[in-house]
């Protein structure tokens, strides 16, 4: 299959990290602007927001942004409130001046995001984390969407060849209820659908 013939909605184009981030109204993301925002909160702080807005491909830009300066970096995804214990160890075993990202922080719940930010703060480690809702962690940028920023992203995707109208991309935004992520996956079926309609 040649590049014209993929569909720009494909995971390869819409991973994590395969997306420059950027701001609810479509503009860059500056992650070095938000790690001193970080700094400036003591070291400790939290993006928050919904499913599919943004907040993991943020924590990503920051991560790369922190590891580019020098700084030692730490990514933990939490998939079960018992792995917060792996980020306590971590916290600990690093050194000061070291920066421990958590994507889904709300699976530790609000007592064990507390104890990780006394302990980050007793470490000197900066904490940064995801979270669908306040965790115990103050919030640095609270994630929102809108359908110019669907469309930001979606210029940023191959050409599609016009398979894709305006009024397509602004209804799965809606029928995602915002959820970015989800609004990407049915914008991949209908230009899965046509690209398949075309070959038959």
């Known amino acids: ?6 569909n720009p909605f494909a995971t390869r184009y819409t991973r994590l990290g395969a997306i420059r981030p950027l701001t609810e109204e479509g503009h860059p993301f500056d992650a070095s602007a938000t790690l001193a925002q970080l700094a400036e909160a003591g ?14 491909t943020r924590l990503a830009a ?15 995804r939490l998939r079960r409130w018992r ?10 075993l690093l050194p000061a001046g070291s920066l ?12 064990a995001a507390r104890c990780l930010r006394i302990l980050a703060r007793l470490r000197r480690v900066q904490l940064l984390a995801t979270s669908h809702e306040p965790a115990g962690l103050p919030m640095l940028v609270c994630c929102r969407t809108s359908p110019a920023l669907l469309n930001r992203i979606v210029e940023q995707l191959p050409a599609h060849g016009g398979s894709i109208t305006q009024g397509e991309i602004e209804e799965a935004f809606t029928a995602a209820g ?10 991949y079926d209908r230009a899965e659908a046509r690209r398949s309609g075309r070959r038959s």
């Open 100 to 111: 421990v990202c958590v994507d889904s922080l709300e699976v530790a719940g609000r007592v």
């Open 1 to 6: 299959m040649t590049a014209a013939e993929a």
């Open 178 to 187: 915002g959820n970015l992520r989800e609004a990407l996956f049915a914008l």
């Open 62 to 76: 920051c991560a790369k942004a922190a590891a580019d300066q020098g700084q030692r970096v730490q990514r933990v």
């Open 83 to 92: 792995e917060s214990l792996g980020v306590a160890r971590a916290i600990a």
């Open 43 to 56: 070291g400790c702080g939290a993006f928050v927001g919904p499913h599919g807005s943004g907040k993991s």
